[in-house]
Every structure is written in structure tokens, then in C-alpha cells.
């Protein structure tokens, strides 16, 4: 029996590429499904594209009132220097971040990839060897390339495949020496939710041209998480031929599956459980490597059993993942028939009587250090394999004192209550690989693309408004997770 953190703990902290790299056309960089979001819950569902009569595609176009705050985010494209040196400060040994597709092939359906692009990532990836941290990489975070999404329709096309199969060959044989970690998809079970940035599907012959993504199908999106599901796979056999000492794993936004039914009423722990399904579904295909039970009625109550091709059920039985991670923020309910949205947005729907909503408005949402627990046991019952908790952290609207500080105290309490968690669910026998806390700098919001909800515990200058020096300065809570790693996690 384990109890407290395991030795080879990794300890660290993650972010996205499209988040905190700006440099949005340099090097050689196309343009990603994000770089025409302002925020990807905010406005996930009007990218700024318009319809050309003439080519009869989409093109970006984007609103001269709105601030892209990705295009610049923090620099870290020119800067990551420093902010390694800060993370490797308090101790890293990992830190997670993404490879921006678009880098490496800026249409994403070219046959040579951009070596520029490449070139970047070995500097990225050999620092952080250097400063003594496993690089985590996400092989996508919200980056398809934009192309790809006009021209094919993303997803909701199996010729995403091999476009997708010839950058990860790419990036596995370039950095088979640097990356022995890998994630594929992140928080792929927000395909149906956040259809544009995590699914990277457009409807590319819509019927109303200003309503390109709510125009996909219930069959299409099924259809999109197939081809998904075999690019997984794919991507897992892939991986073991080319780096075989290496690990990679899913990658989920598991809040969703902390969804208590509200009552005893059958009907809410019923329909909880159907609601849970729903992001279930991911995991029970890519670590189980079959489709579930339940998927069957669904698929036919609702018309939209996926086009499944000879060899694509045997494709994912013989390559699932070897761990799951993911992302944690808060928990939601159940109740009438409606599950609470859990959303770093802000949450929505019925609150939870027993939880203190936090983080200022209108982001707020439950915190439920407790849920964690729960859901790492409830992960391990299901598929007995490792965890990686990849994602987890708390948005602030950090203000310096009048002596130039950051005292964000609440940040240091949501740690030390999770992290708590943790460790009574390794006592409880689950096997968890590591805790990365999620935008350990300051970077541009995903959901609501700002700069003044901020995670890190470095300050960086920059407003919501594109203003700002850039300027790093260290918060309380910098002392603080350094103390934790330092004591791999007993002095909490
Ligand atoms: C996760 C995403 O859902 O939540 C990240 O993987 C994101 O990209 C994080 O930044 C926090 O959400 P937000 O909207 O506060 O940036």
C-alpha cells in the first residue's frame, strides 16, 4: 500500500502552445483553428471566418473591435528561456506543453514539414532536458491548422487521418530522443461541445453559411469522433514502433464526469449516469479499445451510427492508451434532466448546496477538492491503469499590493486541498503518475480568451486591452508549490 506521493512523482506544470507562444505567424507558423477565436467557449461557436461566394470556402476574417490576445499571448515563443528558468526554480521535474500543428506543417496537409517549425521544438524540448524537467507533449491543443477545417471540414472527414498520421510520424521521429511522454487529443470529449476548437470540425457545405458549426450533425460529430478514435489508435502503434521506451496517453476534461445526481430521485442518478456516458464514451474506446455497451442504443435512437470500416474496430482493440490524463477543475450536478455545465467559463445550471463557488465572476464555479478523490477512484475501478493529473488550477484576477505583490492566497489553499486529495487517493490504491498545475505563468485564457483570469504563480504584464510590458514578476504562491515539490508533496 502506498501512501503519500511515490518518489518518481512528476511534479510540474503545463500549458498550450496557442496560449502562451504568440508568434502566431512566425517562422513559418500557418494560422490554427484558434488564431480566429477570441475565446473558445466566448465565441467557440462564431469563429472569424466569412464565406467566399467565389471559392465557395471559408476565410479568416478577423473583427477589428475584438483583441486576439493568442496572436502575441505572452511570447514564449521568443521568451521560453526565462520562463523555463522560473519553472525549473521551483523545481519541475516535467512541465507539459503543446506543439502547435501549424508550426510544423502550416496547412497541415503539405507532404514536407516546415523545418523551422521543427527547429523550434528541439530548442523548447532539449531546455527543458537541460533544466532537469520530462517534457509532456500534447500533440493537440485547440492547433489544427485552419486549412485544414475549410478545405476538408476537419474531423467530419477521414481524410483527417493520414493528414494527421504524417505529423505525428514527423514529430515522433524528429524528437524520439527528447519526448518519451506524449498525449494526443487534448480534452477530446469536447468534440461535441467545443466542435470548432477541440473537435476541429467545419461544416464546409452549410446550409447557412454564418452558422458553420452548429449545422454539423449529431451523425457527422459521431462520424468526426470515429475518424478520431482511429487516429488515436493509430497514433498509439505508431508511437510504440517509433520511440518504444516512450508512454502516451488520452487526454480527457474530466470535471464533466464529477456530475453528482442533485437527489436521491432515480431519475437524477439515472440521468447522471447517462450524462457521465457521455464522457465516459472517450475513455471506454481508447482505453478499453472497444466501443461500449450503451453507445448501440444511442447511436440508433438517434440515427447516427459512424460509417465503421473493416479493420478500424481491431485498429483500436489492439492500441489502446497506457494512461489517462486529464484535467480537473471543479465538479457539477445533476438535476431535472439537466446536467450543470462545468465550465472555466463560469459555471451554469443547478448549484451544489455543499460547495463554495470561487474564483471572481463571472468565471466562478464550485470548488470540489473531494471530487477529485472520488474521480480518481472512480477511474481506477474502470480501467485499473495509471493517471495523470495534467490539468488543475484555479483563474484569478491577480492585483499587486501597493508594495508591488501578489498575495494570492487562494491559489495557495486550492493546491493544498487538492493536493490533499491526492494523496489520500494514492493511499486509496489508485496509481498516479504526476500533478501539473495548469498555466503556471500567466497565458491567455482558453475559454474566454483573456489575460486578467490568471492562473500562475508568475505574474506576467499584459491586459486584457493587448497592453502591458511583459515583464515576469513571482507571486506568493511561487514559494509556496516550490516548498510542496521541494517536500515532493508533504509540507502542504
Ligand atoms: C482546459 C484547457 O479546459 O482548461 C486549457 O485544456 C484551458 O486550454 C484550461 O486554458 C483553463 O480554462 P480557461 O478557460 O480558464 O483558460
Known sequence: MTTGFPKNFMW??????????????????????????????????HPSIKWN?????????????????????????????EDLELMAGMGFNAFRTSISWARIFPNGDEVEPNEEGLKFYDDLFSEMRRLGMEPVITLSHYETPLHLLTEYGGWANEKMIDFWLRYVETVFTRYKDLVKCWLTFNEINNLFRIPFAAGAMLDINPSDV?????????????????????????????????????????????????????????EDVFGAMQFQRNHYLWSDVMCRGEYPAYIHRIWEENNCK???????????????????????????????????????????????????????????????????????????????????????????????????????TFRMEYIKMHLSEIKEAIHDGCDIMGYLYWGPFDIVSAGTGEMKKRYGFVHIDRNNDGTGTLKRTKKKSYEYYKKVIASNGEDL
Open 12 to 45: 510540474g506544470g503545463a500549458v498550450a502552445a496557442n496560449q502562451c507562444e504568440g508568434a502566431y505567424l512566425e517562422g513559418g507558423k500557418g494560422i490554427n483553428a484558434t488564431d480566429v477565436l477570441v475565446g473558445i467557449i466566448a465565441e467557440g461557436t
Open 53 to 81: 461566394e467565389e471559392t465557395k470556402r471559408y476565410e479568416p476574417c478577423y473583427n477589428p473591435d475584438k483583441v486576439y490576445l493568442s496572436h502575441d499571448a505572452v511570447d514564449f515563443y521568443h521568451r521560453y528561456k
Open 210 to 266: 454564418n452558422e458553420p458549426i452548429s449545422g454539423l450533425t449529431i451523425k457527422q460529430k459521431y462520424q468526426g469522433a470515429h475518424y478520431v478514435f482511429v487516429a488515436n489508435a493509430k497514433t498509439v502503434e505508431l508511437c510504440h514502433k517509433i520511440i518504444p521506451d516512450a508512454q502516451i496517453g488520452c487526454m480527457l476534461s474530466l470535471s464533466h464526469i464529477v456530475s453528482y445526481p442533485y437527489s436521491c430521485n432515480p
Open 306 to 408: 459512424p460509417i465503421i470500416k473493416e479493420g478500424d474496430l481491431e485498429v483500436i482493440k489492439n492500441n489502446p492508451c497506457q494512461f489517462i490524463a486529464f484535467s480537473y477543475y471543479m465538479s457539477a450536478v445533476f438535476k431535472d434532466g439537466v446536467g450543470m455545465a462545468a465550465g472555466t467559463g463560469g459555471a451554469k445550471g443547478a448549484k451544489n448546496p455543499y460547495l463554495t463557488m470561487y474564483s471572481p465572476e463571472p468565471w466562478t464555479w464550485p470548488v470540489d477538492p473531494k471530487g477529485l478523490r472520488y474521480l480518481c477512484n472512480v477511474l481506477t475501478d474502470r480501467y485499473r491503469l495509471p493517471l495523470f493529473i495534467v490539468e488543475n488550477g484555479i483563474g484569478l484576477d491577480d492585483q499587486a499590493n501597493e508594495n508591488g505583490e501578489y498575495i494570492d
